[in-house]
């Protein structure tokens, strides 16, 4: 290589004696024929106690041997080296050199002298070795959480997981963090987004994730969200004077489905004993009121005929006198009046906002036994989101047991007269703008198109009235229905057995609770259903 013209000889050396860098020139043998002053100050030898001595008089002696013998192959190649060697400086203390070796070749081709340029990366090294263990550490600990963590990109990309996450993945078959935001989405709705616009974190979601499927099949999982943003600043060259700004989501997810399962037992056993208690005043009442209902035909006969006797007695210009019969007449009145009071009140029971997902859950669970019992296959179709319906929950769930339980019944009719006839029970639930609609099919007979109406009568039942079949259990459903606000209606359409439809508002439509209903002995003598819940249809009796 040649001096450039205009760059006189000693430009080089004074560049070299004041360059930042430790450099030192050696012969072939690596011994120091030179080294600048930046070489005293990281080494702590003087140019006069190191000219003559070996580069190796700088080896703190722990470099594994190898890295010297790449070292030297590398040179001997007339190649230059770089890497990391553990030196010692003058007073022991030890030191990490990033050092360059170049050969110097002379006009022969041979390698006259080499180049050393090295500088302390002691700590440097320390603070990536810091960095990595922080790095390693914080997935260490990330692994062994016993909840489901993930790290995603501005375009809901998991860029970090750790292994509750990656098991999460093999249990809901598809990208867990997918499937929880947006249930968290739907939960919270704009909610999420303010969140995510102010970065502000959310706490403890809880998430339900139902699988669609038979009722054995999969059960629900639970779990609790929680989820942070963060801001990472782009290490690439490009940002380092141009400071890009990358967002990141946390969300982390602890599966609380045992707990949850827990808790469903004992609100599941709650539920039936109150249900159980519901159903033994509904049987009470609805006997009261049968009777109130079969004793005031006949009593209405005896009024009609002690009036034409007393209109008989007047035109005959006989004085009025309070005979016999106006006194059994009387006593028997009273004795009905006494019967009606004897009807026990529906308990009231608080309106509250409900998930009509869970409610049904709730009534195939309780109802398992019974739907074993009778081979009936549920086909189980919740919407992954519903919004909630103001209502009572043991009135509705009484409610869709009522419809289940009128399911079954009639589709265990149809086994008497056809044993290979399959027993389908499909529930599903649909959200709507204004509604939730619950869909029960079942693979019964079906209702006759006479009967569609007629079947929400009170004590209007196919199957002749007996101690089981008073007739009075779609009224009572109706009844539900009505008083939140709803429709029930059997799907004329539908042909493969009985479609019942249930509609349920979203929001405060519904009305007072069940004391303000009207009492069964009441309607029997009303005019028909429909009238009583104009626009409703009617429903299946069985
Ligand atoms: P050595 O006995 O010196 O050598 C170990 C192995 O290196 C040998 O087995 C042999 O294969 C190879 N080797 C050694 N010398 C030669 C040679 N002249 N030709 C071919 N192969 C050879 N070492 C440091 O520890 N710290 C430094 O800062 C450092 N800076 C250097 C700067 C320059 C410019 C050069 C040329 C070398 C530098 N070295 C440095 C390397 C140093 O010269 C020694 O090779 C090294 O320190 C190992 O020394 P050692 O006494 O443990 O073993």
């Known amino acids: 290589m040649t001096t450039p013209p205009d760059l006189p000889h000693q430009v080089f050396r004074q560049a070299v004696e004041q360059s930042a860098l430790a450099i030192s020139i050696t012969d072939a043998k690596a011994n120091i024929l030179y080294a600048n002053p930046a070489f005293e100050r990281v080494t702590g030898f003087s140019q006069a106690e190191v000219v003559g001595h070996n580069e190796s008089l700088l080896s703190y002696k722990v470099t594994p041997r190898l890295v010297y013998e790449t070292l030297w192959a590398q040179l001997k190649r007339q190649r230059a080296w770089n890497g990391l060697l553990v030196n010692r400086r003058r007073d022991g203390s030890r030191y990490l050199a990033d050092l360059i070796i170049t050969p110097v070749v002379d006009g022969d081709g041979h390698t006259s002298h080499y180049l050393g340029m090295h500088r302390d990366v002691t700590e440097v090294h320390r603070l990536e070795r810091q960095v990595q263990n922080q790095k390693a550490m914080i997935e260490s600990v990330v692994d062994a959480a016993q909840v489901a963590i993930c790290l995603l990109d501005e375009r809901d990309r998991v860029v970090l997981d750790n292994q509750e996450y990656k098991k999460l993945i ?82 982390t997810a602890q599966d609380i489905s045992e707990l949850k399962r827990q808790q469903e037992a004992i609100r599941i056993n709650s539920l039936s004993a109150l249900l159980a208690e519901q159903e033994r005043i509904q ?236 009492q069964p002995g009441y309607v029997a003598g009303s005019p028909d259903a429909a009238r009583r819940n104009p626009g409703n249809h009617a429903g299946e009796s069985k």
């Open 283 to 518: 049987g009470l009442r609805e006997t009261l009121a049968g009777a109130v209902f079969q004793l005031e035909g006949p009593l209405n006969t005896m009024t009609a005929a002690v009036r034409l006797l007393e209109r008989r007695r007047e035109g005959n210009g006989e004085e009025s006198s309070d005979t016999a019969m106006e006194a059994a007449l009387r006593d028997s009145r009273a004795a009905l009046e006494t019967l009606r009071a004897c009807i026990p009140d529906q308990a009231t029971e608080a309106i509250q906002p409900l998930n009509l997902n869970e409610v049904l859950r709730d009534v195939l669970k309780m109802s398992t036994a019974v739907l074993l019992g009778a081979g009936v296959i549920v086909e189980w179709n919740p919407a992954p989101e519903l919004p909630t319906v103001p209502g009572g929950a043991t009135q509705l769930a009484a409610l869709f047991r009522q419809l289940l339980a009128n399911a079954i019944e009639a589709m265990n009719e149809q086994r008497a007269s056809d044993q290979n006839q399959e027993r389908v029970v499909r529930l599903s639930t649909l959200p709507h703008p204004d509604h939730v609609e619950v869909i029960l099919e079942d693979s019964g007979p079906g209702v006759p198109e006479e009967w569609r109406y007629k079947v929400f009568e009170p004590f209007f039942t196919t199957k002749g009235a007996d101690r089981q079949h008073l007739g009075m259990g779609l009224s009572m459903a109706q009844e539900t229905v009505a008083r939140h606000g709803g429709l029930i209606d059997i799907d004329p359409a539908y042909r493969d057995g009985c479609r019942v439809r249930v509609q349920l508002p979203v929001g405060s439509s519904a009305t007072a609770p069940d004391s303000a209903a009207p």
């Open 170 to 251: 093999g249990d809901l078959g598809r990208e867990p963090a997918s499937i929880l935001l947006t249930h968290l989405r739907e939960q919270m709705g704009s909610e999420f987004d303010a969140a995510r616009a102010r970065r502000r974190a959310i706490h403890h979601r809880e998430v339900r994730v139902d699988r669609p499927g038979r009722l054995s099949g999969h059960p629900p999982r639970w779990f609790a969200c929680a989820v942070s943003w963060f801001e990472e600043q782009d290490a690439s060259a490009e940002a380092f004077y141009e400071p890009v700004r990358r967002h990141y989501l946390l969300l």
